[in-house]
Structures are given as structure tokens and as C-alpha cells.
């Protein structure tokens, strides 16, 4: 066989090679869309039509157009659930991100039982949300009154959202940690021996040296912590209920009771909104990562 025959015989096949490889990975893919569109995209559609109607989640319904979503901006129980929800989030992600970094850091340096310090500080990432909650709802409730006196925290409507952002905290500096403890180990050691070298202190090493360097991770985790923090559920449920009042009760929770209820219009209309906010939030923190690519290597 020639030299030219060989080749074009090779290229003959490379063709029928790609479009075996892209029908496998068709199939393979196909059972995983066909799941999401109709367990999540179509019943996603159909409650978005509804939320134009007054279905009450059984029997007949109506066309009312963009009423539901007119009492939505005139419900302060709704309104004061989005305040809630944002402040939450931001409050939980700037201190679930400091400490992370700042554990990061200790637990990188030179100190005895690092590994064991790791593994303890871990610990609150596999525990259950409900379980913590109700946990710390006998702390705050009970414990914390009996040493200090005085009324719980979870009984107040003005100091009960921060109880809420310390069990959260708790249980989510872990993860944050992991991923600043994954990009300190990047940092070549050398850049600090220099740096000694040159008489800067500890300070000076972390606010030149590792900090921009750790960037994209702080960006990252702010973007991940964020996102979660938004849709904030079991520790509701199980700290406060959503109480005093209706005082610390979040987005997830209040369309969770609004379904219940079979007040299914005004619930969907809501989860519209908070669906459209989502999005906008997820535009904006890809244009924050976008040049800011990670490493976890």
C-alpha cells in the first residue's frame, strides 16, 4: 500500500471515528437532559404561566394577569423576607470569608497537630443544618440565659438574624476553608523565604504576598457562599421558625409555606421574582470570575 493510500485511508476513518465518539456522548448525555427537563425546566414553565392565574394548587382557576405580582411589592411579610434573605447573605459570606482565610493561614503555618487541628475544624461541615440548628436553639434558648441571664437572642426580632448568621457561620467556615487552604499549598514557599529574607514581617507577607495571590479563591468562595446564603432553609426552620414574627423568615422559607398554604399563584409568582434576582446575582458574579481563573492543582 502507497504512502497516499495509507493516508487517505486514515483520514477516511478519523471522521467515522468522531461521529461514533459524538453519538456515545449523546446518549450519554441525553438521559441526564431528558430527567432535567422534565422533573425541573417543564414543571419550571408551567408554574411560570400559573403565576399568572389565581390556582389555588387544586380545581379550577383563572387568568388574572400581573396581580399576584402587583401584591407581591405591596406584602410586607414578602418584602421583609427578601430584606432578610439579603442581609443574611451578605452579613454570613463577609464572615464566613474572613475567618475561613484567617484559619487558613494559621492552620498552613508551622504549628504542632496540624493535621488533627484540620480534621476538628472539619468536623461541623458533616453535620446536619437541622441538627445544628436545634442544637444551638437550646444553647441560645436555654444555656447562654442561665450563665448570662437575661432574655435569648432568638427571642428578640432585632438580634434574632444574627443568631441565625452565627450557627450558619459555624457550620460553613469548613468548606470555605478548604478551598483557601487549597490555594495557600500553591503558593510556592520560596516567595516567603525571600520575603524574610528581606525583613518583612507576617503582616507584611500576608496583605504583599498571599492575599493577592489568594484573589481568585477569595472571589470564588464569595461567589459560592453567596449563592447558598441566598436560599438559606434548615437553620430558619430549626433556630427560629422563622420568628419572632415573621422577623427571620427567608425567601426558601416563605415560598415553602406559601405552597403549603395552597396559596400556589401568589407563592409561584413569588418564586418568579426571586428566580429573575438569582439570575441577575449569577450574571454579575460571572463577570467578577471571568479572568480570574483557579487552579486547584
Known amino acids: 500500500m502507497s504512502a497516499s493510500t495509507a493516508t487517505r485511508s486514515s483520514a477516511a476513518k478519523q471522521p467515522r471515528t468522531r461521529s461514533r465518539a459524538s ?41 388574572i394577569g400581573f396581580k399576584n405580582y402587583d401584591s407581591l411589592f405591596h406584602d410586607s411579610t414578602i418584602m421583609g423576607s427578601y430584606k432578610f434573605t439579603l442581609l443574611f447573605a451578605v452579613v454570613t459570606t463577609v464572615v464566613v470569608n474572613v475567618c475561613a482565610l484567617f484559619l487558613a493561614v494559621a ?33 441560645f434558648g436555654f444555656e447562654i440565659p442561665s450563665i448570662f441571664g437575661g432574655q435569648s437572642m432568638l427571642a428578640s426580632s432585632h438580634w434574632a438574624w444574627l443568631g441565625v448568621v452565627i450557627v450558619t457561620a459555624w457550620q460553613t467556615i469548613p468548606s470555605a476553608m478548604v478551598i483557601y487552604l487549597a490555594g495557600l499549598v500553591a503558593i510556592p514557599g520560596e516567595v516567603y523565604e ?6 518583612a514581617t507576617s503582616w507584611r507577607q500576608f496583605r504583599s504576598i498571599t492575599f493577592p495571590l489568594m484573589a481568585g479563591y477569595v472571589v470564588i468562595n464569595t461567589i459560592l ?13 430549626g433556630l427560629t421558625g422563622g420568628g419572632p414574627g415573621t422577623s427571620t423568615t427567608s425567601v426558601a422559607m416563605g ?16 418564586a418568579v421574582i426571586f428566580f429573575i434576582i438569582t439570575v441577575i446575582i449569577a450574571l454579575l458574579q460571572l463577570r467578577l470570575m471571568k479572568g480570574r481563573e483557579v487552579s486547584f492543582s
Open 194 to 199: 525571600a520575603a524574610a529574607m528581606d525583613g
Open 23 to 63: 453519538l456515545t456522548y449523546t446518549l450519554m448525555l441525553f438521559p441526564a437532559v431528558a430527567l432535567f427537563t422534565i422533573f425541573i425546566t417543564l414543571p419550571g414553565l408551567v408554574g411560570m404561566v400559573l403565576s399568572f392565574t389565581n390556582y389555588a394548587g387544586f380545581g379550577a382557576w383563572k387568568w
Open 107 to 139: 492552620l498552613n503555618s508551622k504549628i504542632r497537630f496540624k493535621r488533627t487541628l484540620r480534621s476538628i475544624f472539619f468536623v461541623p461541615m458533616v453535620l446536619s443544618g437541622i441538627v445544628v440548628a436545634y442544637v444551638f436553639q437550646y444553647i
Open 255 to 270: 415560598l415553602f409555606n406559601g405552597f403549603n398554604s395552597g396559596d400556589y399563584a401568589y407563592s409561584m409568582a413569588n
Open 225 to 237: 457562599s453567596f449563592k447558598n446564603y441566598l436560599n438559606v432553609y434548615d437553620v430558619v426552620v
